[in-house]
DNA sequence: GCATAGAATGCACACGTTAACAATATCGTT
DNA sequence: AACGATATTGTTAACGTGTGCATTCTATGC
């Protein structure tokens, strides 16, 4: 059996309190006593029992992430970025519990002993029942990666509006205006703020978006491949298009490719999240870089943070996109 | 506060004994009393205090998922896998703690409370040293994707010489003689596996590996860039190029296309993973497909095995890894 | 030499759960 | 009616840790 501090204690001839006052750095004890019950302690290379500290102090030592779900809606390069992010900050004190918010059919499951706080990666509204429930049972909650209107610990997310508007500024600048949009999965907030940069930044220009130039994908590299051949099969083809993730764009690409079509010289494409693969690709993509492991690991901080001196974050932070422009756009030919 | 037993023994006019027992579908309580509690339990939305049981147990119902690390040297598609594999049997009785072993810089800071097992998921002989730790402070322990002589619970790991073997006789039998290799990380067991199938493929046909053809990599794109690059300085090309895996196998082939030759017209490649972009890049890659999911998820299985009925698996599982044909390798010139 | 403040330590209980053992209730058998 | 067997419930301690309060020790001041 591992040792406790009762067996140090014995050795020590002390009570296991004054063992207990030792480890935990208390004023009332004598540094003579306190130095000789750390040897004995380091020798006999105890470690605490967390499950019996959590029980009295009502402290788990565990973070837990959350994402939507971790099956194929999330992507890998996102999936990795985020728990590198918030392990970061996290690993030296608490331990991450990485779970997927459907892993759970009956939410009550939760309970507030479990966890000393969550970091929600949220890519669906659908996530609110569960981020309400967490607010309920009294969970310090981080929401990631979506606009939350929740009473949470912080909230913190790139400015995808903002992203989108600059990259299809940037192809309206080098001369294209039959601009096509590949859009996400339906519903999730990413998708609007994409979408509405989209919009808005083809109205700087006075161009008038059309929904023939407007297709529907579901954030994977299949339906960016099916996406594209829908927009191939128009009567007119788009000179570009904008593809809201990097994988659809690799899936647009793909059917350019197949069609007989050359990226960018017939088509060019822009993607959104700057996938580590994204510079890799031939021709090497054109994208929006979302800081998500910087989301992530500032979300950690500010659970931290709260969970340690109980701060909150009122407004929610938004971190920058970047356009990393690459070789997947051109300019439009004049005809 | 949460509700306890006491809360639910008072309402129910029983002893908090008596509670416990009819939520653990104990033998020894009045079917008609243990209905009744569990009606109260429900209408409180009663859940156990898990830190409690733990204490008392000797169970965390906590499973870790160790990788040598979580930064770099780990591709996302990987990593990405390998939680889903091993969460897919887990989730609904245990949480899943990720962690890199090198977050830890003093391996007595693990207990064996803290987890009732671990699935390592080992890329480096230096993991030894972890995982006799956990031999030795006696926690369940099954090793992913690396063959290892201590005795662990089990030993998962996908046949990579046999993977390479083939992928490279597939080389040989679409005519190719000058077959070049990109190899991974110096000392992992996955690179000398793939590279020993790589030369026992050439010894085959009579080929005899030259060290001109045989470049280090990193097992990230760069590196791979880089190799192919001092592979096409060299004085005689090789016709195909054998990578230790996809990510590599995508910089070799942007180093290709950038010295003006063509895949697979001039230089066929081949890699190893089939990471989820391989089949959507231009061209899409022959690649060898390592069943990372299925790793993890045996894994799990077999951990839950042996936590819950002490089943031990003492040969190594091997799992079958498929040459996935695409249109990175072509038929060699006749010149 | 003694009262006293202050420092250091110990005692006993609490956290929420399980389990060995003791106690009681119920029932059938003679 | 009395006994034993069996079914059901309760009592109590235990898991390893932290903490309020009581206790003991030490040094100081008079």
Redesign the pocket.
């Known amino acids: 059996?591992?040792v406790?501090?009762?067996d140090i204690a014995k050795l020590a001839?002390?009570?296991?309190?004054?063992v207990?006052?030792a480890?935990?750095n208390s004023p009332?004890?004598?540094?003579?006593?306190k130095k000789r019950i750390l040897e004995i302690a380091k020798e006999l290379n105890y470690t605490?029992?967390l499950n019996?500290?959590s029980?009295?102090?009502h402290r788990s030592y565990h973070i837990g992430l959350f994402f939507t779900t971790l099956s194929t809606g999330t992507s890998p390069g996102f999936f990795h970025e985020a728990v590198r992010g918030a392990n970061q900050h996290i690993k030296d004190h608490y331990d991450l519990i990485v779970k997927g918010i459907d892993d759970y059919e009956d939410l009550t499951k939760i309970t507030s002993n479990m966890f000393d706080g969550i970091l929600v990666m949220s890519q669906s509204p659908a996530d609110d029942r569960f981020i309400e429930h967490l607010l309920n049972i009294n969970i310090p909650t981080v929401v990631l990666n979506r606009l939350v209107s929740l009473p949470v610990e912080a909230n913190i997310v790139s400015d995808d509006y903002e992203g989108a508007f600059q990259a299809v500024r940037y192809l309206i600048d080098r001369g294209h205006r039959r601009i096509a949009l590949i859009s996400g999965i339906e519903g999730f907030q990413s998708t609007e703020e994409r979408k509405k940069g989209y919009i808005e930044a083809l109205k700087t220009s006075q161009i008038e978006p059309s929904p023939d130039l407007i297709k529907q994908g579901h954030y994977d590299m299949k339906s960016g491949y099916q996406a594209m051949r829908s927009l191939l099969a128009e009567s007119l083809l788009p000179t570009a298009v904008f593809c809201s993730n990097d994988d659809m764009a690799v899936g647009a690409i793909k059917a350019i490719h197949e069609s007989g079509m050359r990226v960018p010289d017939d088509i060019s494409v822009v993607g959104f999240d700057d996938n580590v693969f994204a510079g890799f690709i031939t021709p090497s993509l054109t994208t929006v870089r979302r800081p998500i492991e910087k989301i992530c690991a500032e979300g950690a901080r500010c659970l931290l943070e709260n969970i340690e001196n109980s701060q909150s974050f009122k407004q929610p932070i938004y971190l920058r996109t970047t356009l990393v422009k690459r070789e997947s756009v051109a300019d439009v030919r004049s005809e």
Do not use: D, W, Y
Not at 13 to 18: A, I, L, P, Q
Not at 28 to 33: A, F, R, S
């Open positions: 059996m591992a406790t501090i009762k001839n002390v009570s296991h309190t004054t207990s006052r480890l935990n009332l004890i004598n540094p003579q006593t605490p029992n019996a500290k029980l009295v102090l």
